[in-house]
């Protein structure tokens, strides 16, 4: 009895997490809209699916609402395939003749008072036909992700991945229930749960809004890692991480390019914003600096300013972020190593 309580409370919790992800993406304003909306309707597809399995598991339901329930199969499938198309596009050739593929889904519910759903062969074949419908677009979305892969952004493509992986799993779950392998028919709705909070957890974390704000950029990928070699040498050559009053206007000026432009090449290739790329050039100096024995008896201020920072609080900051230790420790531990 508490086994099945844990089970129903784990169950809830994710449809519940999938219902507020399915709100909070409609009402956000802020990134790709058309894509965000097309991902709350996969995971308001997948919830309606999955919440049947649960109410089905504890509750004898008509076929009428069995049928309902599985309908948001053949709405997850499409929205999918058309989240993918206008996230990773720059250009949005999205057409509303797309919508076709929504024509199952409206026979479907329309018909699921008359379709059979009573663990006969008919019922068996209906079914079969709406996994096998998932399936279709699951690999329509893989033939996507392979034809994006030299075009579109590295990371956008890899969050789209990870939501057809997670759609994988589930189908997988389903269709081995479905042919007998997996008897334990609630488990998909507790593997929904732990991928509802994985995703979750990446979305509050505006994992993929902080890139869709480039999706109008005119830069290609082609572009983009070309003048992140530029930026990169002239980091390197000329070492401009070194003046305390960098910006990212000064740097784009030098480039040619807009400052728009030099945040989305730094944010795409070397996933960093403007600041964190510069430190990162500023501590590698600094590492250098810390175990230079014309620096051993330097104070870290002067390493510090050195470097480019404006202060020590926010060198030792930076520092640790990007080592997880402060500098003492780092040249400390240097002066363990030379005397060992």
Known sequence: MVQQGFILVLSCLGLAQALFLCFYLFTLKKGNRQANRFLALVLLGLTIRI?????????????????????????SGPFLWF???VLLQKENHFSKWNYAHLIPFIVFVLCSKFIPNNKNFESYLSYGLVVFHLAIYLILSWIYIVKM?????????KWYRAIVIGACLIWCFYLSNFVGFIPFYIGGAILYSILVYGFSYLLLKR???????????AIDRS?????VLQIKNMFADEEIFLDAGISLQRVAEKLQISSRELSQVINENEQKNFSEFVNHYRIKKAKRLLIDPKYINEKIATIAYDCGFGNVTSFNLAFKAETTTTPSQYRNKYKVVEFK
Request: proline share 4%; net charge positive; charged share 20%.
């Open 83 to 85: 989240y993918g198309k």
């Open 207 to 217: 994992h993929v809004f902080a890139l869709e704000k480039y999706s109008n950029s």
């Open 149 to 157: 892969l030299k075009q579109a952004n590295p990371r956008l493509l």
């Open 51 to 75: 919440g049947k399995s649960v109410f089905n598991n504890y509750v004898v339901l008509d076929p009428l609402y069995r049928n309902l329930g599985i309908s948001g199969i053949l709405i």
């Open 223 to 227: 572009t983009s890692k070309k003048i």
